[in-house]
């Protein structure tokens, strides 16, 4: 089955654009298959809240075993936020990727922020070699898992196009299969990484409405995922009944809710 899925997950790749939207467990992950989705990638923010912590306090084994649950929950190619590797030095990022490769995902990415405020990315020397330790441990593995690489400047405080599509550019040539830079959301940027890259395709993170799935694909993205906002969502309706019920009394937001057990059975 993984190795199907691995086929599949890289043929969704060569044309056209697929939504892989973000579930945050296995029940979300199953419900998603069920509409129709062709893929699904996990997200760091939706498991972190699933376990009570904040985004990026969330451990390799911890990260590894929600892998293998996601992955086991359907039979869609799973994409695999790996956050920065859960290591700095390339020969971590490569003996963690190996783990990673093993749970029966399709793909991961690697990221390069660096978690220190004053220098949030990682120098980009140290950056294109965990890329390549990357792409070396997956070839290594023999599983042909689809590797992505990430530049987080948006993300981290440092929001350069030309820095970015300098990075990305490395990235690819360092042997990353797909390329994505979180919150990139003007189309002029847009288009700027998918002609830099290109023929690689080009991920494109959509967590709020300032583009449809349409445009993107007019725009040669390839790929749309939407990071932790499904989740996001799932607890704006949890909170907002929650504090109806606390505040006033009263279930207004029990009206209309769907059947989950029929959704899952």
Not at 13 to 33: I, K
């Amino acid at each position: 089955m993984q190795d199907q899925r691995i086929t599949e997950f890289h043929r969704l790749h060569a044309t056209g654009c697929f939504v892989m939207p973000n579930p945050w467990d296995a029940g979300s992950a199953r419900a998603l298959e069920q509409m129709g989705f062709k893929a699904l990638a996990t997200t760091s923010a939706g498991l972190a809240w699933t376990l009570g912590r904040a985004d990026t306090q969330v451990t390799l084994e911890e990260t590894l075993a929600h892998l293998r649950l996601v992955a086991a929950a359907v039979s869609v190619p799973v994409n695999a936020d790996f956050e920065r590797g859960y290591a700095v030095d390339p020969d971590g990022v490569a003996a963690n990727v190996r783990k990673a490769a093993e749970t029966g995902i399709a793909g991961l990415s690697i990221e390069d922020s660096s978690g220190d405020e004053a220098e949030p990315l990682f120098d980009v020397d140290l950056a294109v070699a965990r890329i390549a330790a990357a792409r070396q441990a997956i070839d290594e593995s023999g599983t042909g898992i689809v590797l992505t690489g990430r530049s987080e400047g948006f993300v981290a405080g440092r929001p350069d196009i030309d820095e970015t599509v300098r990075r990305l550019r490395a990235y690819a040539d360092a042997g990353a299969d797909c390329l994505y830079a979180p919150r990139i959301d003007q189309l002029e940027h847009i288009t700027a990484i998918v002609s830099a890259v290109a023929p690689k395709p080009v991920n494109l993170l959509i967590n709020s409405p300032f583009t449809t799935v349409a445009e993107a694909a007019e725009l040669g993205v390839r790929r749309v995922s939407v990071g932790g906002t499904l989740a996001r969502t799932a607890w704006g309706g949890f909170l907002a009944a929650a504090r109806e019920i606390v505040g006033d009394g009263t279930f207004s937001r029990f009206d209309g809710l769907p059947n989950v057990d029929g959704l899952l059975a």
